[in-house]
């Protein structure tokens, strides 16, 4: 495992994601219709990236995600998995650290961030109206993991059967998870329950409404700060490994089912395989 890397990584997001992400150059809308609005969870990640180019052909070619840029967004790409947009990718300075940053839905930011002082997080790129995308603002958990809380008037990607190359997962690494445990229950009413999977070990996972959307696990390594890593579902992992390596990605932790793994430029991101039949 490559541990200084992934070291490096996470130390930098912080320093990335306060430079105001892609905002400046506008977004669009992540769904073509009204209809759906499911707050405390993740419906959207976009990767921010010194490479567009090189890491379009990496995730086009292991997860067959169309990518391509967004009508009246210069410099921003979206990502479609089997006709439905999932995703984006927005340039960021050669020097910046890479990273995938999701957005969890919520409805009247004014409203739910009121207390946020007291819950212990912070704004780091306040409450805006951003083109279609909808009201969003980049904040901090207690942890000093970052997130983009967005409201986009109902106009969440609708939630259905997960298919390969969707979005499966978020974990949230933290080194303590009290604080985080009561910050997302406060923001959002994310409860966070400790549950056994299917090999009998205790997991964390934080429940919205009566699914769980995604997990809290301590950070094993030292020097390492906090933040939220997205998984994709795939058909067969050891397929999905062997294709990452022939197109530049890098393994830097494999479990039994799934691993993390690193873009040519730099960026993680989970990869599991599950059973057929997994809904939202």
Same mark, same amino acid.
């Given at each position: 495992?490559?541990?200084?890397? =992934?070291?490096?990584?996470?130390?930098?997001?912080?320093?990335?994601?306060? /430079?105001?992400?892609? %905002?400046?150059?506008?977004?669009?809308?992540?769904?073509?219709?009204? @209809? =759906?609005?499911?707050? /405390?969870?993740?419906?959207?990640?976009?990767?921010?990236?010194?490479?567009?180019?090189?890491?379009?052909?990496?995730?086009?070619?292991? =997860?067959?995600?169309?990518?391509?840029?967004?009508?009246?967004?210069? /410099?921003?790409?979206?990502?479609?998995?089997?006709?439905?947009?999932?995703?984006?990718?927005?340039?960021?300075?050669?020097?910046?650290?890479?990273?995938?940053?999701? &957005?969890? &839905?919520? &409805?009247?930011?004014?409203?739910?961030?009121?207390?946020?002082?007291?819950?212990?997080?912070?704004?780091?790129?306040?409450?805006?109206?951003?083109?279609?995308?909808?009201?969003?603002?980049?904040?901090?958990?207690?942890?000093?993991?970052?997130?983009?809380?967005?409201?986009? /008037?109902?106009?969440?990607?609708?939630?259905?059967?997960?298919?390969?190359?969707?979005?499966?997962?978020?974990?949230?690494?933290?080194?303590?998870?009290?604080?985080?445990?009561?910050?997302?229950?406060?923001?959002?009413?994310?409860?966070?329950?400790?549950?056994?999977?299917?090999?009998?070990?205790?997991?964390?996972? %934080?429940?919205?409404?009566?699914?769980?959307?995604?997990?809290?696990?301590?950070?094993? %390594?030292?020097?390492?700060?906090?933040?939220?890593?997205?998984?994709?579902?795939?058909?067969?992992?050891?397929?999905?490994?062997?294709?990452? @390596?022939?197109?530049?990605?890098?393994? =830097?932790?494999?479990?039994?089912?799934?691993?993390?793994?690193?873009?040519?430029? @730099?960026?993680?991101? @989970?990869?599991?395989?599950?059973?057929?039949?997994?809904?939202?």
């Amino acid at each position: 495992m490559n541990h200084a890397r =992934f070291t490096a990584w996470l130390l930098t997001i912080v320093l990335l994601v306060s /430079g105001g992400f892609a %905002f400046a150059a506008g977004l669009p809308a992540i769904a073509d219709k009204p @209809g =759906f609005q499911h707050s /405390g969870t993740f419906i959207w990640f976009d990767l921010i990236t010194p490479d567009r180019e090189r890491v379009r052909a990496y995730y086009a070619g292991l =997860f067959g995600w169309k990518i391509a840029e967004a009508e009246g967004f210069s /410099g921003y790409d979206m990502i479609t998995n089997q006709g439905v947009k999932i995703g984006g990718i927005a340039e960021i300075p050669e020097e910046a650290q890479p990273v995938w940053l999701g &957005s969890l &839905s919520a &409805s009247d930011l004014e409203q739910v961030t009121a207390d946020l002082d007291v819950l212990g997080g912070r704004i780091v790129d306040p409450i805006q109206q951003v083109d279609d995308r909808g009201v969003m603002a980049v904040l901090e958990d207690p942890a000093g993991a970052p997130f983009i809380l967005l409201d986009t /008037g109902t106009r969440d990607p609708e939630l259905g059967p997960l298919k390969i190359g969707d979005w499966l997962w978020a974990d949230l690494y933290v080194r303590n998870m009290e604080a985080p445990a009561k910050f997302y229950e406060g923001l959002l009413g994310m409860r966070l329950t400790t549950v056994e999977d299917a090999d009998g070990n205790e997991v964390n996972v %934080f429940i919205t409404g009566d699914t769980a959307r995604a997990g809290m696990i301590e950070i094993p %390594f030292e020097h390492v700060d906090p933040i939220w890593l997205p998984y994709v579902r795939v058909a067969d992992i050891e397929q999905t490994l062997e294709r990452s @390596g022939e197109l530049g990605g890098e393994l =830097f932790f494999r479990f039994d089912d799934g691993a993390i793994l690193f873009d040519p430029a @730099g960026a993680a991101i @989970g990869v599991q395989q599950v059973s057929e039949g997994m809904g939202q």
